[in-house]
């Protein structure tokens, strides 16, 4: 079987607090997006929305996914909080990030192989292997 033919399953887990939830369907669509909401009700109900109270930060979202999905985790999951601004080059790195996902859509290469695709790869991750 040809990796094309696999496909990956991956979750998209947004840690939300005030924050505008505009960004996630623009890069990501509306399957596989779980947002994890520590502030004011959603209006927007198109993603899958888990109210947690404001405890914790990000790092108490990531958890919580990890603890209620253990026994059924996707192959991928992305976190990430939906602050654009919290990490220096995220929003540069939107089309990548967009075709990453769009590359795991069609075709499962990264799990074999350990490559998430040349577009992500951050040399500053080097020094730790």
């Excluded at 995220?90 to 695709?117: H, P, Q, W």
Aim: charged share 30%; glycine share 4%; with cysteine.
């Amino acid at each position: 079987m040809s990796q094309c033919e696999e496909k990956t399953d991956y979750k998209v887990i947004v840690a939300r607090y005030n924050e505008s939830v505009d960004w996630v369907h623009e890069w990501f669509g509306k399957a596989n997006v779980v947002v994890y909401n520590k502030g004011p009700i959603l209006v927007d109900k198109d993603y899958e929305v888990i109210s947690l109270p404001n405890i914790g930060r990000e790092s108490h979202t990531y958890l919580q996914f990890v603890i209620d999905n253990y026994d059924n985790l996707p192959e991928i999951c992305f976190f990430t909080q939906c602050n654009l601004d919290h990490f220096d080059d995220f929003v540069a790195r939107k089309e990548e990030i967009k075709d990453m996902f769009i590359n795991i859509d069609k075709c499962s290469k990264n799990t074999k192989d350990d490559y998430l695709g040349e577009g992500l790869t951050d040399g500053r991750m080097e020094s730790w292997k």
